[in-house]
């Protein structure tokens, strides 16, 4: 498995954009990069993906750099229902029957 | 509501009790696992089905778990002679086959061995 470096906390101002940074020098070529977020007393839910071009939802845009090793949740604007633990996995391929495995993410804290 | 749902949500057991969770996947969803949380720690991988072949167990799930998915539809995830160990969260996810393999979980349900 991919090894992963999160920040274990960050902050942010409602209404500011965030910016989510997970380091994953050890990913493979054909990995995808799936990000998850836990909101208090929930299980985890999906929140984008990448393989190698930068990516945008309705939750979210990821930005991948250029060699991979690294990649950016960006939350343009948060506001107080984004506070929770993101977590970045890479290493998610059709090998092993894809299960993930979890760090232990950074833990998203938003101010009003 | 068409999400993965799980049953019970919380569960409180005496140490030595067997304990049984439920969950049910998205219908068309053929590939359904199990993860335990423990407080402030990440989702753990226990086990996974491909429809209703289990394919891969981790160290985790000692021979006092066992899983099954009757069907390739709903699953249960059986832990006989409970220990105080084992009070953790149990997550379930489904997922299709295929990229880029997102999963959906439940909502989790919280196992306290007293």
């Known amino acids: 498995d991919a090894k992963t470096t999160q920040p274990n906390s960050m902050e942010s101002n409602e209404e500011e954009p965030v910016h989510l940074p997970c380091n994953h020098s050890?990913?493979?070529?054909?990995?995808?990069i799936h990000w998850y977020r836990q909101l208090p007393s929930q299980g985890p839910e999906y929140v984008i993906h990448?393989?190698?071009s930068n990516v945008n939802n309705r939750m979210a845009s990821l930005a991948i750099a250029e060699d991979r090793k690294s990649s950016t949740l960006i939350l343009h604007r948060a506001t107080l229902r984004d506070a929770a633990v993101y977590y970045c996995?890479?290493?998610?391929?059709?090998?092993?029957?894809?299960?993930?495995?979890f760090g232990g993410g950074t833990r998203l804290m938003v101010k009003p | 509501d068409t999400g993965v749902s799980q049953d019970p949500r919380h569960k409180i057991t005496k140490r030595g009790q067997n304990v049984t969770f439920r969950c049910d996947p998205i219908?068309?969803?053929?590939?359904l696992y199990w993860y335990r949380q423990t407080l402030g720690q990440g989702p753990e991988f226990l086990t996974y089905?491909?429809?209703?072949?289990?394919?891969?167990k981790s160290r985790l799930l000692s021979d006092r778990f066992s899983a099954e998915r009757p069907k390739g539809s709903f699953s249960t995830l059986e832990i006989q002679r409970t220990e105080q160990g084992d009070s953790a969260m149990y997550l379930c996810?489904?997922?299709?086959?295929?990229?880029?393999?997102?999963?959906?979980f439940g909502p989790g349900t919280r196992l306290t061995v007293t």
């Open positions: 996995i890479p290493g998610v391929n059709n090998n092993a029957g894809n299960m993930l495995t």
């Open positions: 050890t990913i493979s070529g054909t990995d995808y």
């Open positions: 990448g393989l190698t």
């Open positions: 219908s068309e969803h053929n590939r």
């Open positions: 089905f491909q429809n209703e072949a289990q394919l891969e």
């Open positions: 996810a489904s997922a299709r086959w295929g990229p880029p393999y997102e999963q959906y």
